[in-house]
């Protein structure tokens, strides 16, 4: 019996192994995962072939990230295969079914077929394969053999980078853009000004990052709470990109799929504008501060609308911009303008009059107007957050719909035929904190958890199908004011802006999120700690209620957590849980100032996430 036993066992366990290696752990989620039987085993003799056309783009990508994901050095060919077994290839063909982006991968014991109509196609089956390997190094890796069909929900996948506020390095964005790229997102929006910083060098106005780019330091005192800086106090807070900083951005993210979208915010969030620049603000002889903004509090941030030298100036601006990026989209921000200075400016009181505005808001769609000419004449598409629809609108842009509830934007845009991105403050703001607001980093009192972005879906259901096919995607927004450290900007980034991905790539039929959850905590989290990506994994915090019962002198404790398959167990006395404390299986009674930790375990019996503590008073 015991030999029987012994044998059942030799044959359970490597069978369990496959098993796991087989899991569908995939982000984005293909169309379709066929996992067929055997492995194919990658080794320093495998061989790879690409196709001529794109050997120096994409042979630097795939030997690099094989060989840090894997340690592996293999040969690298151009043209045909030459081999009959243990190789990848790389193939551009004719296939309907393959869309722009998409692509097939199909792995066997012999070799590895990536089919695609395009680059793009190409650098994202990659990304593909590299998640298929085992995370961990070795001599011979075995990659479960499978069939991946895959193409693109949307043709916008994007992330704002607000580096206004708290300006990021240029090694810090490309950095970025390797692990955000490497789950196909295919648009990075870089939100270049604001009331806090001018990050652009713009050569024909070079106050712009003299001036615009500084700011008087007030670390450590709370964003909203801080004083306007003093003309006589030193500015030593900021930075900007150079223009050839700026090129090398674009290329480099150019061969990863990914496209640069600039943005420069008027005719509001302009005062690092107006302290370069103070003549382009409504009042001749200005008695306001215009310094640089230092914090949330920017009074006096609108340019003028009715001064003629504000769209010379302004067409200068855009100029440069659009010679310097390729990418057809420019970004003029239109959002948020407190118009009160515009209804006491003289200048702009006359412009409403010549062209027979009937108010403010009126004049706003005059000041948009003359800026989507200035961007067309580039032979750019202009974008413009949705407040850019008040008065007149201005048919021809794009609109990024981020307002909801009063506003609704997300129907009104692309009813009235406007190309439209989603991105929902509700759903998209991840500058918002991801966990109990007492356990997070400084931030928003608003908590957008994971699965909140996760669950998202763009396309309202009361457009019609011509409405809807006019939503060109979804875009994930991370505002600065709270993110002022490299590792802080990745902890509010990650693993959101991968929820997001998935949001924009992988059909709703194939989305679920506890298979999602489950990909981060068998797979992701460790693939991005290779990348020494500071993850947050506030998904597995436990978020605590309670009531005091003063009748009965009890405390009523909720405990809840986003995740599904998962278990909490708790202690009141102090003490650390372990499995072998109570598991939460419904709200309990407490003593009232007891202290209540709780954490979340798999199945396992390992701690996910930081364990909750609070003091029931």
């Known amino acids: 019996m015991k030999k029987l036993f012994f044998i059942i066992a030799v044959f359970i366990f490597p ?10 752990t995939f982000i984005p989620q293909p169309e379709s ?65 393959i869309k722009s982006e998409g692509y097939i991968l199909e792995i066997t014991p012999l070799k590895i077929t990536v089919k695609a109509q395009d680059y793009a196609g190409l650098f994202n089956a990659f990304q593909t394969l590299r998640q298929a390997i085992p995370v961990g190094s070795g001599v011979k890796i075995p990659i479960p053999s499978m069939i991946v069909v895959d193409n693109p929900r949307f043709n916008w996948r994007g992330v704002m980078f607000d580096v206004s506020r708290h300006f990021q390095p240029k090694a810090f964005v490309l950095k970025q853009i390797d692990v955000l790229s490497s789950y196909k997102i295919n648009k990075l929006h870089l939100h270049l000004t604001d009331d806090q910083g001018w990050r652009i060098e713009i050569k024909k106005h070079p106050n712009l990052t003299k001036i615009g780019a500084w700011r008087a330091d007030r670390t450590g005192i709370p964003w909203w709470s801080r004083e306007a800086a003093t003309a006589k106090e030193p500015k030593t807070v900021g930075g900007f990109y150079t223009q050839e900083d700026l090129k090398e951005i674009i290329a480099y993210a150019k061969v990863r799929n990914v496209e640069i979208i600039p943005e420069i915010d008027v005719p509001a969030h302009s005062k690092a504008l107006i302290a370069a620049y103070p003549h382009l603000f409504c009042y001749d002889n200005p008695t306001a501060n215009f310094e640089v903004a230092v914090g949330g509090k920017a009074p006096d941030n609108a340019l003028c609308a009715g001064k003629e030298t504000t769209y010379n100036f302004l067409e200068d601006v855009i100029k440069e911009v659009a010679d310097l990026f390729p990418s057809k989209y420019l970004h003029i921000g239109g959002d948020e303008c407190n118009k009160s200075n515009w209804k006491k400016c003289s200048y702009c009181q006359n412009v409403k009059t010549d062209h027979h505005l009937a108010d403010e808001e009126e004049l706003q769609s005059y000041f948009i107007q003359r800026m989507h000419k200035i961007v067309t004449t580039q032979n750019k598409i202009m974008i413009g957050w949705d407040e850019v629809l008040s008065g007149k609108g201005v048919k021809g842009a794009t609109i990024m719909a981020w307002r909801r509830g009063k506003y609704t934007p997300e129907l009104q845009a692309p009813k009235e035929g406007y190309p439209t991105i989603m991105t929902s403050y509700l759903h998209s703001y991840i500058s918002q904190v991801q966990g109990p607001t007492f356990m997070e980093p400084e931030g928003p009192n608003v908590v957008l958890p994971l699965s909140k972005v996760y669950n998202h879906e763009p396309i309202p259901k009361e457009l019609t ?20 450290t490299e590792e802080h900007f990745e902890y509010m980034l990650y693993p959101r802006l991968l929820a997001s991905a998935e949001v924009s790539w992988s059909s709703s039929k194939v989305k679920s999120w506890e298979r999602f959850q489950k990909a981060l905590e068998t797979s992701h989290f460790k693939r991005l700690e290779n990348e020494h990506v500071n993850v947050a994994k506030s998904l597995f915090t436990v978020y605590p209620a309670f009531a005091i019962d003063q009748l009965h002198n009890e405390a009523i404790v909720y405990l809840e957590t986003e995740t599904v398959g998962y278990t909490i167990y708790y202690t009141v006395n102090g003490e650390d849980p372990t499995v072998n404390s109570t598991k939460y299986e419904g709200n309990f009674k407490a003593q009232p100032k007891s202290l209540l930790k709780a954490g979340l375990f798999n199945k396992e019996g390992h701690l996910l996430g930081e364990i909750t503590e609070i003091r029931l008073k």
């Open 15 to 24: 069978l369990m192994g496959i098993a796991q290696e087989r899991e569908n």
């Open 465 to 484: 199908t011509e409405e809807a096919s006019r939503v060109m995607g979804n875009e994930t927004c991370l505002w600065g004011e709270f993110t002022p």
């Open 33 to 97: 995962v066929v996992f067929t039987s055997g492995e194919f085993y990658l080794n320093n003799d495998t061989q790879i072939f690409i196709p001529k056309k794109y050997n120096k783009d994409l042979k630097s990508i795939v030997t690099s990230e094989i060989t840090k994901d894997t340690r592996l050095n293999l040969t690298v060919n151009t043209g045909r295969v030459k081999v009959d077994s243990n190789y990848i290839v790389f193939e551009i063909v004719k296939n309907t079914s």
